[in-house]
């Protein structure tokens, strides 16, 4: 067998380069796709950031929509203790008019029967 030529050389190492620099050109697209530490860290601070601006403000909301409770709770409480003394002095007017209406009849039934047994007429 005859030792290889310049050219089949030539031509293999040809190919060789090629298939390199086909690699190269792959790897090279590849690693632009690839996210730098420094892009990654500040893209994770900026994520950081607005979690933390929803995180502040849903508890705003938490906290007010709690006062809001509290204070609605609290005016109940009032409103149903003022209801209570309400019913209460009207309670106490209505016990009393009864009482006296009562007392009024029954003291005139008294009288009446007294007068009936004395023989007085009216």
Do not use: H, Y
Request: proline share 2%.
């Amino acid at each position: 067998m005859a030792p290889p030529s310049d050219d089949t050389f030539d031509r293999f190492f040809g190919l060789l380069r090629d298939d390199l620099a086909t690699f190269r050109r792959e790897v090279n697209e590849r690693l632009d796709k690839l996210v730098s530490a420094d892009a990654f860290a500040a893209e994770q601070r900026r994520v950081d950031e607005r979690i933390k601006v929803v995180d502040d403000k849903l508890n705003a909301e938490v906290e007010a929509r709690k006062a809001a409770m509290a204070a609605e709770e609290a005016a109940r409480k009032l409103m149903a203790a003022e209801l209570e003394k309400k019913n209460a002095r009207t309670g106490s007017w209505i016990r009393w008019t009864i009482g006296t209406l009562l007392g009024l009849g029954g003291a005139g039934g008294i009288v009446g029967g007294i007068a009936a047994l004395l023989g007085v007429k009216p």
